[in-house]
């Protein structure tokens, strides 16, 4: 049996989230992955989650999903700020406190500190240190990371690794580059 | 012994970070929980971590204060974008995993759906099917939530609870109501 991966992203919210998750699965495949998509279904669901909300079944069976999995590659491209999707950090930190090897892919090659100041523009400013704050003096981290410092300290504490690649800019929810040096990392862990 | 809770995030960034974290514990204390900053230090913190980046080692010390912890009560509030911040919203999904109960508090208290609008600004817009998207076509979540249905789903499927509030815009980093509710919240559950 192929070892199961959670394939977290944003690719959900694309128009084409079919054919993406499809896309993606099919790169796992070609390295011996069974990649699992959160918008699968998901075998054996309780009768009972038919009484929840949307939100709530989607969110009980995502989890369902990386606790049936033995670990997790997630696509961090920066989504609507400096850092990546909401929903793929929890469940970066979700399958971290599993204990299973997390994998992080991301389509920009920038630094967390250069892209919060670009996103900031003129409100980043120095403060009496020298470090960047916010306009609301709030500081910007400044550790050499691809994002938050919990993110990629849980991916190397895992096990795992980080890939990141520079894309044009049409091409940041296509290029798929970095996602497979990921899943070729990922599988290369799982066989050892 | 007072139950210890995990007080989540990006208050870490103040310029007070220091005095911030005393007055959020002492708002803990006043309803009999013990509030462990991210800022403390680790009993037994293992002489190794002395080895590695800074970065990591605050990554380790606050997982292993979390692991401490019988709850965790996230700072949710919007942070430069539509979400919470990054690193909070990975150790939400990590207390998550544990199974321990997860509380969120926000100074915002606008849907996720209308911020996140607000956010793309002229980029959102609504696709044949009536759904708002970004400028590269990517969904915007429409399910009446305050973030991201992760974030949301867990702290409901936790036990805990969310609350928000509407602050004056120079007070988002200030204003302690809502934490104060959370707080008791928590304090309630935690003695249940």
Redesign the interface.
Known sequence: MRPRVYLAG?DV???TALVRAAALKGVCAGHGLHGVSPLDALDGEPASWAGL????A???R??AH?AGCAALIANLTP?????????T??????????GRPVFGWSNSAEGFTER?RG??GAAATR?ADGAW??G??????A?G?A????????I??SGGALFTAAVADGA??VELAAFERCVAAAARTLAG
């Not at 609301?136 to 981290?141: I, S």
Request: net charge negative; proline share 5%; hydrophobic share 55%.
């Open positions: 944003p919210f694309l128009p909300t949307e939100a709530r989607i969110a009980l995502n989890e990386m989504f609507r700020g400096p850092s990546a999707d909401a929903g950090v929890f469940e970066v930190g979700f399958m971290r406190a599993l919060t996103f900031l403060g704050v916010d609301e003096g709030l500081l910007v981290e550790f990371l994002d938050n410092l919990m993110i990629e300290g849980a190397l504490a940041r929810w």
